[in-house]
């Protein structure tokens, strides 16, 4: 099947190449000529595990390509929105002038039959508002909403085998036309026994927020319960693992620490606020406030519990964070609670340092003031402190002895709950984790 995807980011990119793994002739279309040259030498412009290797893969059987030229749609039977929905500046709601952009521009190369097929989080109402802009400029196309539930650094595996498809068509109905087009394009994955759901559009859209709500939701529970355990002198870890054991609960998604950050859950929980407010629904979602705020608060908690760990005050004292990615396996920085810190330590008079395997030069963009060292041993040489705010696994598996030679004091803050505090302390750190006594 001929497909486009517009938006080759972290989601159109690793889509592009999947479609193509899974046997489609695919065009990736993006504004950014550094991106889209990059994309074009089999080059993934930020870094997610086994991208490279798969867009050399699909570029070596010629059914991917990559260009500028939104003209380049025409002929693709499935045309895939999948431009990101930043924030709005100084706004909680969703900035939908990208989405709006690629629908306005794919109308004029549409035919009878094609597919609009949105996989961007947008807010509900937005996947009506755009059916009816392609029903006037092509009325034998459809609009699809079929959001995409994908994880940094686990994005390829997660599109090639995602564990469930949500089909949002107009009518809700299984019958309706659009259904077995995107059974044709996802035939692989549906055949290993991926469910899939057809609803209507506002539910598919909602489906997307709603989830990605719950997720966030699940993570300032367990912070509450960390700040809870602080108070009462209880381990937030072990609580977790004993809550986990229900499986009504569930342990995934109940590691506390410093906080969600990235690109989605913080934008996408206030955006849904926002719509909610819109919609005169704005009371069931206050409580997304709420998991905002204790969000926040972790960031504030962490940078209280460095200056206890230096004694009382920041000034001078040489910091060293290990991590300035949102999460491991990805060098995404945006509202990463790793960097936000390490900016908040050096605000307050500490000198701070910053390593991390793959994401140093968005860091770096970022939040230009800090100093970053890309050998993590150069890094924590004479630090009087060493924060681990991104569990990668190579900061897991630090060894405390070795360590203890380089450093100035042996003072550790695990904002990951990843260390083995016994471990640590009989290696002579001080050590410091969140929620755990
Ligand atoms: C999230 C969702 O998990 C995806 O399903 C969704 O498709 C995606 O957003 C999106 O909307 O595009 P992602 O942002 O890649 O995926 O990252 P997550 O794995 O969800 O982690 C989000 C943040 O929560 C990270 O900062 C992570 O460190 C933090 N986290 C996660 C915790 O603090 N504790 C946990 O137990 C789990």
Redesign the pocket.
């Known amino acids: 099947m001929r497909i486009s995807v517009i938006g080759c980011g ?2 159109g990119a690793v889509h592009a190449a999947c479609m193509a793994k899974l046997g489609h002739e695919v065009v990736g279309i993006d504004v950014d000529e550094r991106k889209i040259a990059e994309l074009a030498a089999a080059r993934a412009p930020f870094y997610e595990p086994g991208l490279e290797d798969l867009l050399r893969e699909v570029q070596e059987t010629g059914r991917l390509s990559f260009t500028t030229n939104l003209a380049e749609a025409r002929g693709s039977a499935v045309h895939f929105v999948c431009v990101g929905t930043p924030q709005k500046k100084g706004e909680n709601g969703a900035d939908l002038s990208f989405v709006d952009a690629a629908a306005n521009g794919i109308l004029p190369y549409l035919s009878p039959g094609d597919l609009v097929v949105g996989k961007s ?1 947008v807010p509900v109402g937005t996947a009506s508002r755009l059916a009816e802009l392609v029903r006037k400029e092509q009325p034998g196309a459809h609009l699809v909403w079929n ?9 390829v595996s ?1 599109t090639l085998n995602p564990d469930r498809f949500v089909y949002g068509v107009v009518d809700g109905s299984e019958e309706h036309p659009a259904v077995s087009i995107l059974d044709e394009v996802y035939s692989a994955p549906l055949a290993s026994g991926t469910p899939r759901l057809v609803t209507d559009h506002p539910t598919a859209e909602l489906v ?1 927020t709603a ?2 709500s719950f ?2 939701t ?2 300032s529970f ?2 509450a319960m960390a700040e809870l355990c602080e108070a009462a002198g209880a381990d937030v870890s072990q609580l ?1 693992d004993a809550i986990g054991m229900d499986d009504r609960i569930g342990r ?14 913080p934008k ?1 929980i206030r955006a849904f606020m926002a719509r909610a407010g819109e919609l005169g629904a704005d009371q069931a979602l206050t409580f997304l406030r709420e998991v905002d705020a204790i969000n926040m608060r ?1 960031r504030t908690r962490v940078v209280e519990l460095s200056r206890e760990l230096c004694g009382g005050s920041l000034l001078g004292q040489r910091i060293t964070v290990l991590g300035a990615a ?3 396996e ?1 060098d ?1 920085v945006r ?3 790793a960097l936000s810190i390490a900016a908040q330590l050096q605000l307050q008079g500490a000198v701070v340092t910053v390593t991390d395997p793959k994401a140093l030069s968005n860091a770096y963009q970022r939040f230009p003031e800090l100093n970053y060292e890309a050998d993590s041993g150069t890094a924590v040489q004479d630090a009087d402190a060493l924060l681990l705010l ?2 990668w696994k190579e900061y897991c598996d630090l060894d405390p002895y070795e360590l203890a030679v380089s450093v100035s004091s042996k003072r550790i803050l695990d904002g ?1 709950n990843v260390l083995d505090p016994s471990k640590w302390r009989a290696a002579g750190w001080t050590y410091r984790g969140l929620g755990r006594s």
Do not use: M, Q, V
């Open positions: 972290y989601l989080t959001p995409e539930f994908l994880r940094e650094g686990h994005a997660d997307k989830a990605n997720l966030a699940k993570i367990i912070n977790a995934k998604f109940l590691n506390a620490g410093i906080g969600f950050g990235g690109g989605c859950l996408d972790r949102f999460k491991p990805s995404d509202d990463s609670p991104t569990e990951r």
